[in-house]
T-cell receptor, first 110, second 115 residues
Framework: GQQVMQIPQYQHVQEGEDFTTYCNSS?????IQWYKQRPGGHPVFLIQ?????EVKKQKRLTFQFGEAKKNSSLHITATQTTDVGTYFC??????????FGPGTRLSVLP | ETGVTQTPRHLVMGMTNKKSLKCEQH?????MYWYKQSAKKPLELMFV???????ENNSVPSRFSPECPNSSHLFLHLHTLQPEDSALYLC??????????????FGQGTRLTVV
């Protein structure tokens, strides 16, 4: 079946450092979504990207969709302790439902 | 709160027990989902219901039995589970089926422990 890969699996950063997680698919995607799950919580929708090469920003978070619509990235500038959690990408493949990546678990050291 | 409510929040059951997980949404969404989240695995899609009809069953063992009596309620009936079925079970809903690119709203999950 379709697999969605995310790297890295874990990332430990010092507060104030930047963080990036990458999502890769072998198949061209219809669109891609990003979710955040806090420790002990449930996934919460962050954003959806639809167009090739699309870039969207939410405060310190920057989301990018690759030109070929097979990969995406989430970049956090100057991390804060509130950014701790697991970040999942969810790929929407034409005609299929969400396929979640394994997630990147972010730890932020104060 | 996302508008998707799951009960119970925690459940401990023996392997011979029968229990049910409940999910409720009053967001007017047409699609509902069951996911399994284990410690070392990504979110695993179990079942999808669109307009109360089951449209996807990802090779889930028959000891898990879903039920969708109406578009607002989704159940997961459990019987003769195994310890490896211990996990966080998440319910989600979306305005339209995921293929149409609408966001999923997750419930807070039921933490299931099978002893």
């Amino acid at each position: 079946g379709q697999q969605v890969m995310q790297i890295p699996q874990y990332q430990h950063v010092q507060e104030g450092e930047d963080f990036t997680t990458y999502c890769n698919s072998s198949t061209t995607l219809s669109n891609i979504q990003w979710y955040k799950q806090r420790p002990g919580g449930h996934p919460v929708f962050l954003i959806q990207l639809v167009k090739s090469g699309e870039v969207k920003k939410q405060k310190r978070l920057t989301f990018q969709f690759g030109e070929a619509k097979k990969n995406s990235s989430l970049h956090i500038t100057a991390t804060q302790t509130t950014d701790v959690g697991t970040y999942f990408c969810a790929a929407i493949i034409y005609g299929q439902n969400f396929v979640f990546g394994p997630g990147t678990r972010l730890s932020v050291l104060p | 709160e996302t508008g998707v409510t799951q009960t119970p929040r925690h459940l401990v059951m023996g392997m011979t027990n029968k229990k049910s997980l409940k999910c409720e949404q009053h967001l007017g969404h047409n699609a509902m989902y069951w996911y399994k989240q284990s410690a070392k695995k990504p979110l695993e899609l179990m079942f999808v219901y669109n307009f109360k009809e089951q449209t996807e069953n990802n090779s889930v063992p028959s000891r898990f039995s879903p039920e969708c009596p109406n578009s607002s309620h989704l159940f997961l009936h459990l019987h003769t589970l195994q310890p490896e079925d211990s996990a966080l079970y998440l319910c989600a809903s979306s305005p339209d089926p995921g293929v149409m690119g609408t966001e999923a709203f997750f419930g807070q999950g039921t933490r299931l422990t099978v002893v």
